[in-house]
């Protein structure tokens, strides 16, 4: 059974950081590409950073690029998400994704606000 835990959430000041973590059972990371998706409040899913099985494809949003960093620990088998000059805009709930399997985590609360 594959699960997706994420965890880091929470609420910070506009320009803060926080480092969102994904740790995954039943699936290796280093099988498969993994992102992270965020629902903001009364929107759908948007797509925000994917990783390649290998790491040496990465895409982020462009409302993230410059700020957001996806990475993973294979050994660890948990996939990062720093978040840096953190916006209002960026206050959502932030899932990790497993994308061949179609699998998805339980979600963390982002609050950016003064």
């Known amino acids: 059974q594959v699960q997706l835990v994420e965890s880091g959430g929470g609420l910070v000041q506009p320009g803060g950081s926080l480092r969102l973590s994904c740790l995954v059972s039943?699936?290796?990371?280093?099988?498969?590409?993994m992102s992270w998706y965020r629902q903001r409040p009364g929107m759908e899913h948007e797509f925000v950073a994917t990783?390649?099985?290998?790491?040496?494809?990465?895409r982020y949003a462009d409302s993230v690029k410059g700020r957001f960093t996806i990475s993973k620990d294979n050994d660890k088998n948990t996939v990062y998400l720093q978040m840096n000059k953190l916006k209002v805009e960026d206050t959502a709930v932030y899932y990790c994704y497993q994308v061949q399997g179609d699998y998805w985590g339980q979600g963390t609360q982002v609050t950016v606000s003064s």
């Open positions: 039943g699936f290796a990371i280093s099988s498969g590409a």
């Open positions: 990783i390649t099985r290998s790491g040496a494809i990465i």
